[in-house]
């Protein structure tokens, strides 16, 4: 009978709020590896003399009856579960670690603790749900930007300084797991890890991996990997993100079909591309001209259907997306074959000529008199003078005698051709006559 007076006693106290238990609603454990329940509890003050180093700690399974559904004692080790408690019950913590989970180890566990007299309390009002998996479940994994939680499929601005988060529950604390990184390029990432207790005092690890966006890690996916060490295997778990970066144009380039160097009268089309997210959505061309540049057209292509030399020059690109713009240019070349645009010749002690021509690539000069091909000598001398790229000009002075049947050709040729103008040389600058020429 004092018994039972001393047992409603108790109870009323639970209701009181004397005695208190805090224990985490529901706990994954996995299969082959332990698990871990977070315990504190409170009693009524007058029964603390009775919690001593000499108490114990019981886990009940599926009920609260501790004579027949005790599965753990913390005195003895022949009962049901294996493990210890690693919470001084002396403290009022009882944290509990069970080894070797099964799945019999799924279930809905009560606390009881027995000290010295009458203190004697199980703990009915709340209990912890054990559910034992086959496999870990996938981390978690969340992206902030500058400090701040963003959606994971949100695009992000290059430079963003940018925190991805991979966080688990550790399930074992006495053997935690590990999380990796790694990604879909091989980039080379610098992560820290840590380990802290969430919202139900369960340990979670924690793994962050900080970086500054950049273009080059626009769709690419970053994977982190939870691994178990178990005793007889390693198990692992992955969860996946990819990054989508917008960024201002970059790597514009300009393309020319079918080559930079073309015929003069043929067709050639200069086309330009951009990387840039957004995409590109505008291409604007101009071109060279006195030092300033002058806008031809809009769109990724320019043709000339038929070129001439004046389209030779320098034409640049731009390209242009919601971020920012980027220039590139490229040297248009019109080659054509060689012309004459001047040829004549003076006499006075000696004979001199010029010979002026241009053409693209840059003409040689060759000269012939009378037929014969003509070079530096006591009686001669050839000079040349390249104006430019295209244009020169070619000096003969003739320090001999000439008749009357002499004649003086200027010959220039390139790789498309070639042109000749000749004058016929007498004894007097008055009787000198151009002859015929050929192209």
């Known amino acids: 009978m004092d018994k039972l007076i001393i047992l409603m006693f108790l109870l009323q106290g639970v209701w009181c709020g004397d005695w208190n238990i805090s224990l985490p609603e529901k706990i994954e454990a996995l299969s082959g590896s332990c698990v871990t329940i977070n315990c504190t509890f409170t009693i009524n003050n007058k029964y603390d003399k009775d919690l001593t180093d000499s108490a114990v700690g019981m886990w009940i399974k599926n009920g609260t009856d501790y004579s027949t559904n005790v599965v753990f004692h913390s005195n003895r080790t022949n009962l049901y579960f294996k493990g210890e408690i690693i919470g001084k019950l002396k403290r009022k913590n009882c944290t509990t670690i069970f080894y070797n989970v099964t799945?019999?180890?799924?279930?809905?566990?009560?606390?009881?603790?027995?000290?010295?007299?009458?203190?004697?309390?199980?703990?009915?009002?709340?209990?912890?749900?054990?559910?034992?998996?086959?496999?870990?479940?996938?981390?978690?994994?969340?992206?902030?930007?500058?400090?701040?939680?963003?959606?994971?499929?949100?695009?992000?601005?290059?430079?963003?300084?940018?925190?991805?988060?991979?966080?688990?529950?550790?399930?074992?604390?006495?053997?935690?797991?590990?999380?990796?990184?790694?990604?879909?390029?091989?980039?080379?990432?610098?992560?820290?890890?840590?380990?802290?207790?969430?919202?139900?005092?369960?340990?979670?690890?924690?793994?962050?991996?900080?970086?500054?966006?950049?273009?080059?890690?626009?769709?690419?996916?970053?994977?982190?990997?939870?691994?178990?060490?178990?005793?007889?295997?390693?198990?692992?778990?992955?969860?996946?993100?990819?990054?989508?970066?917008?960024?201002?144009?970059?790597?514009?380039?300009?393309?020319?079909?079918?080559?930079?160097?073309?015929?003069?009268?043929?067709?050639?089309?200069?086309?330009?591309?951009?990387?840039?997210?957004?995409?590109?959505?505008?291409?604007?061309?101009?071109?060279?001209?006195?030092?300033?540049?002058?806008?031809?057209?809009?769109?990724?292509?320019?043709?000339?259907?038929?070129?001439?030399?004046?389209?030779?020059?320098?034409?640049?690109?731009?390209?242009?997306?919601?971020?920012?713009?980027q220039n590139t240019s490229v040297l248009l070349n019109i080659q054509y074959a060689p012309q004459i645009s001047l040829f004549s010749c003076n006499k006075t002690d000696v004979t001199l000529c010029l010979c002026e021509a241009h053409g693209n690539p840059s003409p040689k000069v060759e000269w012939f008199l009378s037929g014969r091909p003509v070079s530096n000598s006591t009686n001669t001398f050839i000079s040349e003078e390249r104006l430019n790229s295209t244009d020169l000009r070619s000096f003969i002075s003739l320090h001999q005698s000439l008749t009357h049947t002499d004649t003086l050709q200027c010959v220039i040729n390139n790789t498309h051709g070639n042109a000749s103008q000749q004058i016929q040389l007498v004894a007097s600058p008055q009787e000198m006559t151009q002859l015929d020429s050929s192209q």
């Open 103 to 325: 799945p019999n180890h799924s279930g809905q566990f009560f606390f009881r603790i027995e000290g010295n007299d009458v203190l004697k309390m199980t703990y009915s009002q709340k209990s912890a749900l054990i559910n034992v998996i086959d496999s870990p479940l996938n981390p978690t994994v969340q992206m902030f930007k500058d400090q701040m939680e963003v959606e994971v499929h949100e695009e992000v601005l290059e430079g963003s300084s940018m925190c991805l988060r991979c966080s688990a529950k550790t399930l074992c604390s006495s053997s935690p797991p590990t999380l990796t990184w790694s990604s879909t390029d091989r980039l080379h990432l610098n992560d820290s890890s840590r380990l802290q207790l969430d919202q139900q005092n369960q340990t979670e690890i924690i793994s962050d991996l900080n970086f500054t966006a950049t273009h080059l890690q626009h769709g690419v996916t970053f994977i982190c990997t939870i691994t178990y060490q178990l005793q007889q295997r390693n198990t692992t778990a992955q969860s996946y993100i990819t990054l989508r970066v917008q960024y201002p144009t970059k790597n514009t380039s300009v393309s020319v079909f079918p080559s930079n160097s073309v015929l003069e009268g043929s067709s050639v089309t200069l086309i330009c591309s951009s990387d840039g997210n957004p995409a590109v959505f505008n291409y604007t061309w101009y071109r060279e001209n006195g030092g300033q540049l002058e806008e031809l057209q809009t769109g990724y292509n320019l043709t000339f259907n038929m070129t001439d030399r004046t389209h030779t020059g320098r034409y640049y690109c731009q390209a242009k997306n919601k971020h920012g713009t």
